[in-house]
């Protein structure tokens, strides 16, 4: 039988996810922002002085602060639930029926296994059940989720549930498209590769809905005259 640590490895490695919610504390909220970044910053001192980073370097003295306010304020900002962003819906008086795609949205997260960057595209739709929700949401929503330490399936299923619970329908669909830094910069070093997940609830479980959808990602839009 394998020890834990090599258990540990191989789950970072193969891109394993336990849960469909973000594993948390149950005291995760109990420290304000600014004792959090007084923590962390602490710590990440520890880290580069280990590491054998000369502090009192100007280039590197500020350094444990700055990591520490990213941490808590910027890339890891989607883990306090008070910054969600907030979702109204509207009711659908044009009576649109149609699939209606918001894709390409531009998605920066940061793999959970390694700590480093998950660049890549979201590619979200929905059919109205009666309601709609602003376009600019759609992109707030996957950036709330992708702003934490994440596996690529979890916020996939995360964005697509936040949006169902919202519009108050199943038929709801996300497909993201990434490129994972632990993969490309380290490990293999494969820099062409890219993961691609996808979630497709309700009427997008309909092979020929789900293709219509496909097509709509792959469109090409021409902006020149």
């Keep these: 039988m394998k020890n834990n640590l090599n258990h540990i490895e191989e789950v970072g490695d193969d891109h394993l996810s336990s849960a469909g919610d973000t594993p948390m504390r149950a005291d995760a909220f109990e420290k304000s922002d600014e004792v959090k970044i007084a923590e962390i910053e602490e710590k ?5 002085h280990t590491l054998g980073l000369d502090l009192t370097d100007d280039s590197l003295k500020g350094t444990p602060k700055r990591v520490a306010k990213m941490f808590v304020k910027e890339i890891f900002g989607g883990l306090n639930p008070e910054k969600a962003p907030t979702s109204s819906n509207f ?4 009576n649109y029926s ?9 998605l920066y997260s940061t793999c959970e296994h390694h700590f480093l960057p998950i660049v890549g595209k979201a590619h979200v ?8 929700i602003g376009l600019s949401k759609m992109n707030r929503i996957v950036d709330y989720y992708a702003k934490r330490p994440q596996v690529q399936e979890r ?7 936040h949006l169902q619970e919202y519009l108050g329908t199943d038929d709801v669909a996300c497909v993201i ?13 494969d820099i062409q590769s890219s993961t691609v997940t996808g979630e497709f609830g309700g009427k ?6 789900r293709q219509e959808f496909i097509n709509y990602i792959q469109m090409k839009l021409d902006l020149n005259p």
Excluded: W
């Design 98 to 106: 149609e699939m209606l795609v918001e894709k390409d949205i531009t």
């Design 177 to 189: 498209d990434a490129k994972h830094l632990c993969v490309n910069s380290r490990g293999i070093r």
């Design 44 to 48: 990440f001192k520890d880290i580069m």
């Design 125 to 132: 739709a929905y059919f109205s059940n009666g309601n709609v």
């Design 204 to 209: 997008f479980k309909d092979p020929s809905v």
């Design 155 to 161: 916020l996939t299923i995360q964005v697509v549930k």
């Design 91 to 94: 009711e659908n008086k044009y």
